[in-house]
């Protein structure tokens, strides 16, 4: 079984699907048999390159909304991160272009550590309210999860990897997403957003035996 897996790292639903799905292949009795797919997808693809600011601050324009209203909305998120083991930290959060994070997930992907790009990221950007486009922080979290810091300097440094981001947005595109997270299965049952456990328990158990 294949499944996957379209998210942006600053989006604090993936994480919790992330988190949902792994729970939920933790009591699949065929979880060995299943292979996830790491797949790029930017929430803000407009959000210029090269700027970073406060993500409370980026909400708030987004919804044009006041600060304080966003806090409330952003609580409740953080309420049901909690739940799934997850502190995030809004507060000192900033909010970047993850294009070039997205390009380092796709060398990680290529040495087999997609999945480890991904939660490292995530938790880069969700919890410990580090700057995912500031090259040298980068370079360090490739090195934490076993790259070779050299070569992920100089995918970052240049343009490589492009058209693997590109490909994975135009794909989910295709298949219907309009937001993130979203799951795929053997390309033929999705689970969008960050579902109830019991939501992603189903879907493997209903992937799994069309395959019988």
């Known amino acids: 079984m294949r499944i996957e897996v379209w998210s942006d790292i600053v989006c604090p639903w993936c994480y919790i699907g992330k988190r949902r799905l792994e729970r939920a292949l933790a009591s699949f009795e065929h979880a060995d048999e299943v292979e996830?797919?790491?797949?790029?997808?930017?929430?803000?693809?407009?959000?210029?390159?090269?700027?970073?600011?406060?993500?409370?601050?980026?909400?708030?324009?987004?919804?044009?909304?006041p600060?304080?209203?966003?806090?409330?909305?952003?609580?409740?998120?953080?309420?049901?991160?909690?739940?799934?083991g997850l502190t995030y930290d809004f507060e000192g959060g900033v909010m970047v272009n993850t294009?070039?994070?997205?390009?380092?997930?796709?060398?990680?992907?290529?040495?087999?550590?997609?999945?480890?790009?991904?939660?490292?990221?995530?938790?880069?950007?969700?919890?410990?309210?580090?700057?995912?486009?500031?090259?040298?922080?980068?370079?360090?979290?490739?090195?934490?999860?076993?790259?070779?810091?050299?070569?992920?300097?100089?995918?970052?440094?240049?343009?490589?990897?492009?058209?693997?981001?590109?490909?994975?947005?135009?794909?989910?595109?295709r298949l219907g997403a309009t937001g993130v997270p979203f799951f795929v299965l053997d390309r033929a049952l999705g689970i969008s957003g960050a579902q109830p456990l019991e939501v992603f328990s189903d879907a493997l158990e209903k992937a799994h035996a069309r395959q019988a």
């Open 67 to 84: 600060r304080e209203q966003v806090k409330a909305m952003t609580a409740q998120v953080q309420q049901v991160a909690s739940e799934e």
């Open 99 to 173: 294009f070039d994070a997205h390009r380092l997930t796709h060398l990680a992907r290529e040495h087999g550590l997609g999945d480890a790009a991904h939660e490292r990221l995530m938790r880069a950007q969700l919890v410990e309210a580090r700057v995912l486009n500031d090259l040298d922080t980068l370079v360090g979290l490739a090195g934490e999860i076993g790259l070779d810091t050299e070569r992920a300097r100089a995918v970052l440094s240049g343009t490589e990897y492009t058209e693997q981001v590109r490909e994975d947005i135009a794909a989910a595109q």
């Open 36 to 65: 996830i797919v790491w797949r790029s997808f930017q929430l803000d693809p407009g959000f210029p390159q090269g700027v970073s600011e406060p993500v409370y601050d980026t909400l708030a324009k987004k919804m044009s909304a």
